[in-house]
Nanobody, 119 residues
Framework: QVQLVESGGGLVQPGGSLRLSCAAAGGGSRIRNMGWYRQAPGKQRELVATITKGGDTNYADSVKGRFTISRDNAKNTVYLQMNTLKPEDTAVYYC?????????????WGKGTLVTVSS
């Protein structure tokens, strides 16, 4: 069983920065892709950024050039550095991790951390 613990959300003014962290406990070397998703009020959950174990990254067009995803494989921790934040970035941010299993990969989700961008 894998547990994801997120931290780093909060209130920030437009143009500001925040850094989110998510530690995966219990998966060890079976953790493969990790990523961040977000869900704004009244909207569906959407991809923000993902990163493979080898460091390949993928970003939503809306955050390219402003957000940077990174990870520490030894700690099974993924980070999201968010710069030049905009009010439309306001959402609950969820961490995701994929565990390799012989029967097929399994996805795990964190409980979410709220990011509010407002003056």
């Amino acid at each position: 069983q894998v547990q994801l613990v997120e931290s780093g959300g909060g209130l920030v003014q437009p143009g500001g920065s925040l850094r989110l962290s998510c530690a995966a406990a219990g998966g060890g070397s079976r953790i493969r892709n990790m990523g961040w998703y977000r869900q704004a009020p009244g909207k569906q959950r959407e991809l923000v950024a993902t990163i493979t174990k080898g460091g390949d990254t993928n970003y939503a067009d809306s955050v390219k050039g402003r957000f940077t995803i990174s990870r520490d494989n030894a700690k099974n921790t993924v980070y999201l550095q968010m710069n030049t934040l905009k009010p439309e970035d306001t959402a609950v941010y969820y961490c995701n991790a994929e565990e390799f299993r012989l029967a097929g990969p399994r996805d795990y989700w964190g409980k979410g951390t709220l990011v509010t961008v407002s003056s």
